[in-house]
């Protein structure tokens, strides 16, 4: 083999084989020192903000079921002093009522009694 039937090899596609190789690595060490660690980087703050937002939403989250909780504790309280006024209401009312009803029986007799003496 001489060097003019290998010319035409080293000059054409092994050339560019050899052009390939060096673009490729090339390619592989910008992505490797270049877009690798900055990718890392993204990565990772992004990560950290999510971490931040979830532990905001968990502090809200609980800030909120506090809240609930607390109006949980006011409803039942204001449904027991509601019940005691209730309570109370119906009791001065069944009293009234029965107070009415004795008064309205007198004054039935007091009237009857009126138009039996009248002869009516």
Not at 57 to 74: D, Q, Y
């Amino acid at each position: 083999m001489n060097l003019e039937v290998l010319a035409p090899y080293l000059a054409g596609p092994g050339a560019a084989v050899l052009v390939l190789l060096l673009v490729g690595a090339g390619v592989y060490r910008l992505a490797v020192n270049y877009l690798m660690p900055t990718l890392t980087a993204v990565v990772d703050r992004h990560m950290t903000e999510l971490e931040r937002a979830n532990l905001r939403h968990e502090e809200s989250v609980a800030k909120h079921l506090t809240h609930i909780a607390e109006m949980g504790a006011r409803y039942d309280r204001l449904n027991e002093i509601q019940g005691e006024r209730h309570a109370a209401v119906l009791e001065a009312v069944n009293t009234l009522s029965e107070e009415i009803g004795e008064k309205a029986d007198r004054i039935e007799k007091k009237v009857g009694g009126l138009f039996h003496k009248i002869g009516a």
